[in-house]
């Protein structure tokens, strides 16, 4: 069985020395990522997350505080909070594929 190039000598090596600063990197990332912000702007309802998904903040428009249209004001805020999540897990996604780039598939 041929084995590829770089296998075993520097190759295996510099392969390990990635995996060892991409371990490191990967332990300081929760605390990275809480000092990171995502905004989300719909409109009336603005909200900022942070890079772990948790709501920071949140400002409603005051002409939205109609008691007719509390159901509207729900759902927008269902909205806000759904898109602060899922661009606070964008930005994790990001991250992580920063740390793990040149290594094996499978290895983290």
């Known amino acids: 069985m041929k084995l590829p190039k770089q296998f075993g000598g520097q190759g295996m090596a510099g392969m390990m020395q990635k995996a060892q600063e991409a371990m490191k990197r990967a332990q300081s990332l929760e605390a990275e990522l809480a000092h990171e912000q995502v905004e989300v702007d719909k409109g009336p309802i603005k909200a900022v997350f942070s890079g772990t998904g948790?709501?920071?903040?949140?400002k409603i428009d005051p002409s939205l505080l109609n008691a007719d249209e509390v159901d509207l004001l729900e759902d927008m805020i269902v909205s806000?909070?759904?898109?602060?999540?899922?661009?606070?897990?964008?930005?994790?996604?990001?991250k992580v594929a920063e740390i793990t780039q040149g290594l094996p598939p499978g290895l983290f």
């Open 80 to 94: 806000t909070v759904r898109d602060g999540f899922k661009k606070a897990t964008e930005l994790r996604e990001s």
């Open 54 to 58: 948790d709501m920071v903040s949140i």
